[in-house]
Nanobody
Framework: QVQLAESGGGSVQPGGSLKLTCVAS????????MAWFRQAPGKQREGVAA???????TYADSVKGRFTISQNNAKNTVFLHMDNLKVEDTAVYYCAAAALQLPPGATPIRIPPNWPYWGQGTQVTVSS
């Protein structure tokens, strides 16, 4: 069993910044990768950023250069630092975890599918 808890969401003006945090508990040996997804009203869920056991990361094209994903040393906590936020970033942001099998040295170009563990989500609203 793995539990994920997100925090750090809120309301911000365009151009502002937010930092999201996700803390994993339970059997933290059940995963080796963590990620952030988001879902806006009337839209499909989309992958935002993922970080793997190698320490490398994958980002959606829409957030490259603005968002940064990172982990603590124990790899039970993942962060998403969001800079230069835009109105279109408004969504519920979800933390996810998975045990991925990647070739040595490989970094996925796109956010992988099939994440079995999910948090409850935290709302991010960007408006003027």
């Amino acid at each position: 069993q793995v539990q994920l808890a997100e925090s750090g969401g809120g309301s911000v003006q365009p151009g502002g910044s937010l930092k999201l945090t996700c803390v994993a508990s339970g059997d933290t040996h059940s995963f080796n990768s963590m990620a952030w997804f988001r879902q806006a009203p009337g839209k499909q869920r989309e992958g935002v950023a993922a970080i793997y056991s190698s320490g490398t990361a994958t980002y959606a094209d829409s957030v490259k250069g603005r968002f940064t994903i990172s982990q603590n040393n124990a790899k039970n906590t993942v962060f998403l630092h969001m800079d230069n936020l835009k109105v279109e970033d408004t969504a519920v942001y979800y933390c996810a975890a998975a045990a991925l099998q990647l070739p040595p040295g490989a970094t996925p170009i796109r956010i992988p599918p099939n994440w079995p563990y999910w948090g409850q989500g935290t709302q991010v609203t960007v408006s003027s």
